[in-house]
T-cell receptor, first 114, second 115 residues
Framework: DGGITQSPKYLFRKEGQNVTLSCEQN?????MYWYRQDPGQGLRLIYY???????QKGDIAEGYSVSREKKESFPLTVTSAQKNPTAFYLC?????????????FGSGTQLSVL | GENVEQHPSTLSVQEGDSAVIKCTYS??????FPWYKQELGKGPQLIID?????GEKKDQRIAVTLNKTAKHFSLHITETQPEDSAVYFC??????????????FGQGTILTVHP
């Protein structure tokens, strides 16, 4: 089945700890995105990547880092600098150059602070 | 940058009634307006989208209308069913422009359809 796989589904972070959220897609999409979802605030863009080895900051990049070493993978690291990391994190992908720019989302990772 | 406002934040209807969710956007360069449905514990799924060269689009029980002059667009669901209960998000972007793929989302509407 083609799609986007996020893991783990639930993740707990201790004070001062960095944690990494996994996102893998087999849709052969060029572009990948990370969104953060908080209750009542919609989805906010953290980072995005349109091609391998290149990525740009979104609206709320502080305290987060990403890498894009492979087309299929776009992991997100929540660093200890992110003081309010509790949220639902969504990874998405789209075909670069697709005039519709349709985003396909994974099923999300719920991150909580211990 | 783009700002998208979505109303209402919650909407409760009886099964069989219609539901309407409205969004306004601020950037006149935006030309792509998708709607997503998110069920509990899952990622959003695209249900319908519209581009700025079209005023209305229908897909079975759902339709989207766009008023470019007023910068607002709406989602209409007819003959609602309990399985329509979910959170709905509108979004906007200038597809093919400088903010390629960077959708700006509204705050979401929790739709509850009572049997």
């Amino acid at each position: 089945d083609g799609g986007i796989t996020q893991s783990p589904k639930y993740l707990f972070r201790k004070e001062g700890q960095n944690v990494t959220l996994s996102c893998e897609q087999n849709l052969n999409h060029d572009a990948m995105y990370w969104y953060r979802q908080d209750p009542g605030q919609g989805l906010r863009l953290i980072y995005y990547s349109q091609i391998v080895n290149d990525f740009q900051k979104g609206d709320i990049a502080e305290g987060y880092s990403v890498s894009r070493e492979k087309k299929e993978s776009f992991p997100l690291t929540v660093t200890s600098a992110q003081k309010n990391p509790t949220a639902f994190y969504l990874c998405a992908s789209s075909m670069f150059g697709d005039s519709d720019e349709k985003l396909f989302f994974g099923s999300g990772t719920q991150l909580s602070v211990l | 940058g783009e700002n998208v406002e979505q109303h209402p934040s919650t909407l409760s209807v009886q099964e069989g009634d219609s539901a309407v969710i409205k969004c306004t956007y601020s950037d006149s360069a935006s030309n792509y307006f998708p709607w997503y449905k998110q069920e509990l514990g899952k990622g959003p799924q695209l249900i319908i989208d519209i581009r700025s060269n079209v005023g209305e689009k229908k897909d079975q029980r759902i339709a989207v209308t766009l008023n470019k002059t007023a910068k607002h667009f709406s989602l209409h669901i007819t003959e609602t069913q309990p399985e329509d209960s979910a959170v709905y998000f509108c979004a906007a972007s200038d597809a093919g422009g400088t903010s390629y793929g960077k959708l700006t989302f509204g705050q979401g509407t929790i739709l509850t359809v009572h049997p």
